[in-house]
């Protein structure tokens, strides 16, 4: 069964800095990764996904993520920060066919933004 | 309009007392899951169904119902609702992966259970 471990609950960056949040997966291929944002009472959006390839993807936003097998990463960067981008960030494994569909999160990273 | 729509938005409800939340998608999907979010514990997913009368159980489904009887409809049931299950439900379909978003998830059914 797949895991995910998103070891920073809450970081916080001035607004211009560069950023990047963590995200380490559990699974026994390559999994589908994803990475999700939610503001404060709203639902969760999409970033961005990874299936194959570039190990390198591009998100909305200005977000970026790379897949790093050897290291059974998959986190996500942004260069220069701003206000807007505070809210809670999940990263989340898949199975791809023929595995068991199920999507499962990481506990979430709390981003917080200094003017 | 297409997409994946919750009902209600919220609701509050008393210790052991039934409610339903309600969630249609207007794809066709095959998969759908409900996943409960609570702080400290990111989204747990409850149950899920690979289609119509196929539903699973996921990593937190003690005191939950599902049905999926028809392909767009998944309703969640508290049989007798629980303190510990006021929580943010979110219902999710699963789209084709491949050029595709993936997993949409609807905007979420806030529940309280006094």
């Known amino acids: 069964a797949q895991s995910v471990t998103q070891p920073d609950i809450h970081i916080t960056v001035s607004e211009g800095a560069s950023l990047e949040l963590r995200c380490n997966y559990s699974?026994?291929?390559?999994?589908?990764l994803f990475w999700y944002v939610q503001s404060p009472g709203q639902g969760l959006q999409l970033l961005l996904k990874?299936?194959?390839?570039?190990?390198l993807v591009q998100g909305i936003k200005g977000f970026e993520a790379e897949f790093k097998r050897s290291q059974s990463s998959f986190n996500l960067r942004k260069p220069s920060v701003h206000w807007s981008d505070a809210a809670e960030y999940f990263c989340?494994?898949?199975?791809?066919?023929?595995?068991?569909?199920?999507?499962?999160f990481g506990k979430g990273t709390k981003l917080t933004v200094n003017p | 309009d297409a997409g994946i729509t919750q009902s209600p938005r919220y609701k509050i409800t008393e210790t052991g007392r039934q409610v339903t939340l309600m969630c249609h998608q207007t794809?066709?999907?095959?998969?759908m899951f409900w996943y409960r979010q609570d702080l400290g514990h990111g989204l747990r997913l409850i149950y899920y169904?690979?289609?119509?009368?196929?539903?699973d159980k996921g990593e937190v489904p003690d005191g939950y119902v599902v049905s999926r009887s028809k392909t767009e409809n998944f309703p969640l049931t508290l049989e007798s609702a629980t303190r510990s299950q006021t929580s943010v439900y979110f219902c999710?379909?699963?789209?084709?992966?491949?050029?595709?978003?993936?997993?949409?998830f609807g905007s979420g059914t806030r529940l309280t259970v006094v």
């Open positions: 169904s690979a289609a119509a009368d196929i539903t």
């Open positions: 990874y299936f194959s390839g570039d190990t």
């Open positions: 699974y026994g291929a390559t999994p589908y």
């Open positions: 999710a379909s699963r789209a084709p992966l491949q050029g595709g978003p993936g997993y949409t």
């Open positions: 989340a494994v898949g199975a791809p066919q023929g595995g068991s569909e199920k999507l499962v």
């Open positions: 794809w066709s999907h095959s998969y």
